[in-house]
């Protein structure tokens, strides 16, 4: 019996649900009649967070065009959007079985064992993923990545590198290089990287931080000031990000403002006052005791770089 059943000039698969079901309201005589058009609307439902009829969808393009690496891929990449590791590992595999030379299909499968631990075999297909497509940052990126996670950084600097020669203006590479750098103790480096970052993306409030962190670092204390206080009219009710200007205000001798701020910083977010003082302990540092406001026991900056909190990684 045919898969396929008749609805006036189209025709669509048993099963196909109903026009109420259909995004948007297609009529039916808009559904899909080839393995792109499946491949197509799968990949809205995808981006709306639809996986379970997303997945439907791509298994229809791949009974329809078996033999193409790529509607394997996509369907990989829906079970995996799912959390379904083992279906998303079958499907990159027979693409990659399918041709050797599909660099996208060597990249998540790259991610699938990444999600499992295995770095160095990560490594392993990355590197392939970025041979067949050297012009893709996003490649170079997760190399530099898995890369850093391995311990190898001079490699990690070097792909990140690349991603930034690829994509210039894309600030997340900048700050992602600058982080590296700061870590590295390549302070001056960091800077450039990071201000790089801030100008590509301006309204990122926690490139600004990390860039004031950096130009503390280097005792560019009044530079550090005017980034922190942009961090904060980004989002005025970030507690730490107040904490961080007070501590440039008491560093350049400003002790009045840097009083300011940790009242401001107490208010807003009692947990992060009560972290504060944790880590001066841990450190060594007098307490405030409860005081409103730490007066002349700052914390140091590195103390109060540990209470920001930070946003999921990119990568």
């Given at each position: 019996?045919?898969?396929f059943?008749?609805?006036?000039?189209?025709?669509?698969?048993?099963?196909?649900?109903?026009e109420?079901?259909l995004?948007?309201?297609?009529p039916?005589?808009?559904?899909?009649?080839?393995a792109?058009?499946?491949q197509?609307?799968?990949?809205?439902?995808c981006?709306?967070?639809?996986?379970?009829?997303?997945?439907e969808?791509?298994?229809?393009?791949?009974r329809?065009?078996?033999?193409?690496?790529?509607?394997?891929?996509?369907?990989?990449?829906?079970?995996?959007?799912?959390?379904?590791?083992?279906?998303?590992?079958?499907?990159?595999?027979?693409?990659?079985?399918?041709?050797p030379?599909?660099?996208?299909a060597?990249?998540?499968?790259?991610?699938?064992?990444?999600?499992f631990?295995?770095a160095?075999?990560?490594?392993?297909?990355?590197?392939k993923?970025?041979?067949?497509?050297p012009?893709?940052?996003?490649?170079?990126?997760r190399?530099?990545s898995?890369y850093?996670?391995?311990?190898?950084?001079?490699?990690?600097?070097?792909e990140?590198?690349?991603a930034?020669?690829?994509?210039?203006?894309?600030?997340?590479?900048?700050f992602?290089?600058?982080?590296l750098?700061?870590?590295?103790?390549?302070?001056?480096?960091?800077?450039?990287?990071?201000e790089?970052?801030?100008?590509?993306?301006?309204?990122?409030?926690?490139?600004?931080?990390r860039?004031?962190?950096?130009?503390?670092?280097?005792?560019?204390?009044?530079?550090?000031v005017?980034?922190?206080?942009?961090a904060?009219?980004?989002?005025?009710?970030?507690a730490?990000?107040?904490?961080?200007?007070?501590?440039?205000f008491a560093?350049?001798?400003?002790?009045?403002?840097?009083?300011?701020?940790?009242?401001?910083?107490?208010?807003?977010?009692?947990?992060?006052?009560e972290?504060?003082?944790?880590?001066?302990?841990?450190?060594?540092?007098?307490?405030?005791?409860?005081a409103?406001?730490p007066?002349?026991?700052?914390?140091?900056?590195?103390?109060?770089l540990?209470?920001i909190?930070?946003?999921?990684?990119?990568?």
């Amino acid at each position: 019996m045919s898969e396929f059943i008749s609805s006036g000039e189209a025709e669509f698969p048993r099963g196909y649900p109903s026009e109420a079901h259909l995004p948007n309201g297609r009529p039916p005589e808009e559904l899909p009649t080839s393995a792109a058009g499946f491949q197509q609307l799968a990949d809205q439902q995808c981006a709306e967070g639809r996986l379970d009829e997303a997945i439907e969808n791509y298994k229809r393009a791949v009974r329809l065009e078996g033999d193409n690496p790529s509607h394997h891929t996509r369907l990989g990449d829906a079970y995996l959007f799912a959390e379904m590791s083992g279906q998303a590992l079958s499907h990159y595999r027979r693409a990659i079985q399918m041709n050797p030379e599909h660099g996208e299909a060597h990249f998540c499968l790259a991610e699938i064992y990444r999600r499992f631990g295995k770095a160095r075999g990560a490594i392993s297909l990355y590197r392939k993923a970025v041979r067949l497509a050297p012009e893709n940052a996003y490649y170079h990126y997760r190399l530099a990545s898995a890369y850093l996670q391995d311990g190898r950084v001079p490699e990690a600097l070097q792909e990140a590198k690349e991603a930034i020669r690829l994509a210039p203006e894309d600030g997340f590479y900048h700050f992602w290089l600058g982080d590296l750098y700061l870590q590295a103790g390549q302070v001056a480096d960091a800077v450039r990287e990071l201000e790089a970052a801030v100008v590509c993306s301006p309204y990122d409030d926690y490139y600004c931080v990390r860039l004031g962190m950096a130009f503390s670092l280097v005792n560019r204390g009044e530079d550090a000031v005017v980034v922190f206080r942009r961090a904060i009219r980004l989002r005025p009710d970030n507690a730490s990000y107040h904490c961080l200007l007070a501590d440039a205000f008491a560093e350049m001798g400003f002790a009045l403002r840097a009083a300011l701020h940790y009242d401001i910083a107490g208010e807003l977010d009692p947990y992060d006052r009560e972290y504060v003082a944790r880590m001066r302990a841990r450190n060594g540092r007098p307490t405030d005791n409860g005081a409103d406001h730490p007066s002349g026991a700052r914390p140091s900056l590195r103390t109060s770089l540990r209470c920001i909190r930070r946003r999921p990684s990119r990568g």
